[in-house]
């Protein structure tokens, strides 16, 4: 069995589970792709994962309401014990990093971590990341019976539902005690769509100027579009930005079908969290910019009068 996490937001799956179910699919590894779906009043979501795997186990209970990384290493650990699974799949995401290594560590499994591509080879699992700044790719393989692999977020494209649907089943769990409780939640969120949610990306650099131009013209483009709005790590150390917008090799990687990119340069720790872009347009004063390099479409000129002219533009229809 290849077992697969599932990320949702109670409602619905987020992107990374269907990437998942590629990045399972692309083993080649025999047994049936199942998706654990963890949480409280998770029925619609158990759904929607039913059109994605061949089996869905669920596990709505109370306590699981929010998340802990013990609680999910903990129903994790058990499931892929009862169902023999070799192959444990989860999304890199914040939580996903926090509780894989626990997870590892209680099947004794081995633990691929940020990895960008997966190969099954008769028993051995080959895997592939990216290291000393995305310059270098690192190839791991193990034989090992269970092995615990967290993907780097938009490294597969997202799989497709099927029109045959997997049966779903609702698991019982022995939880250990939640030793940790949340005083208090602030939430940061903006009203965007989560960047690495987004089908439309807008991504300012250094070459803005200034925090309150980065706003003004980042912000919004991506208003305008519906769009995310990604930052270069030169933005987020500046600090005109959070780090949760950094896109890039210590950021995130996103997937859009489009991707914008303002006042960037185009290092290539930044291409390696957006190389996988569909289409990819840049605006940059600079005619010798390494992003023009990429991009299917590139204005040469200054953001500041390029970029408000586009938003009129949209604007008027």
Do not use: C
């Not at 077992?3 to 692309?26: F, M, N, Q």
């Not at 650099?205 to 995310?228: C, H, I, K, M, Y």
């Amino acid at each position: 069995m290849i077992l697969i996490l599932a990320e949702h937001d109670g409602a619905r799956l987020r992107k990374s589970a269907y990437e998942l179910v590629s990045a399972a699919r692309a083993t080649g590894r025999e047994g049936p792709v199942t998706m654990l779906v963890l949480g409280s009043g998770v029925a619609a979501v158990a759904d929607e994962a039913a059109a994605l795997a061949e089996q869905v186990l669920v596990a709505d209970l109370p306590e699981l309401t929010a998340y802990d990384p013990e609680l999910w290493a903990a129903a994790a650990a058990q499931i892929a014990t009862e169902g023999e699974a070799h192959t444990v799949l989860v999304a890199g995401s914040r939580s996903g990093r926090e509780y894989s290594p626990r997870l590892a560590v209680k099947l004794a499994a081995p633990l691929l971590e940020d990895v960008i591509a997966l190969v099954g080879e008769g028993d051995a699992l080959r895997a592939q990341r990216g290291v000393f700044l995305a310059r270098v790719t690192e190839t791991l393989q193990t034989d090992a019976p269970v092995v615990v692999v967290s993907v780097k977020p938009g490294s597969f494209a997202p799989a497709q539902p099927a029109d045959a649907r997997g049966e779903q089943y609702d698991v019982e769990l022995s939880l250990p005690e939640r030793r940790v409780r949340a005083s208090d939640r602030r939430s940061d969120k903006t009203g965007r769509v989560p960047l690495t949610e987004a089908e439309v990306v807008v991504t300012g650099g250094r070459g803005l100027g200034s925090a309150e131009r980065f706003a003004e013209l980042v912000e919004g483009l991506a208003d305008t579009l519906g769009a995310g709005v990604g930052a270069t790590r030169a933005v987020v150390d500046a600090g005109w930005r959070p780090y949760a917008e950094q896109i890039g090799q210590t950021g995130k990687t996103v997937q859009p079908n489009v991707y914008v990119a303002l006042g960037t340069s185009g290092a290539v720790q930044h291409l390696s969290g957006m190389n996988k872009s569909r289409y990819v347009v840049a605006v940059n004063k600079d005619p010798d910019a390494p992003i023009f390099k990429v991009t299917d479409f590139g204005v040469v000129g200054d953001v500041t009068e390029v970029v408000p002219a586009l938003i009129r533009a949209l604007k008027a229809g």
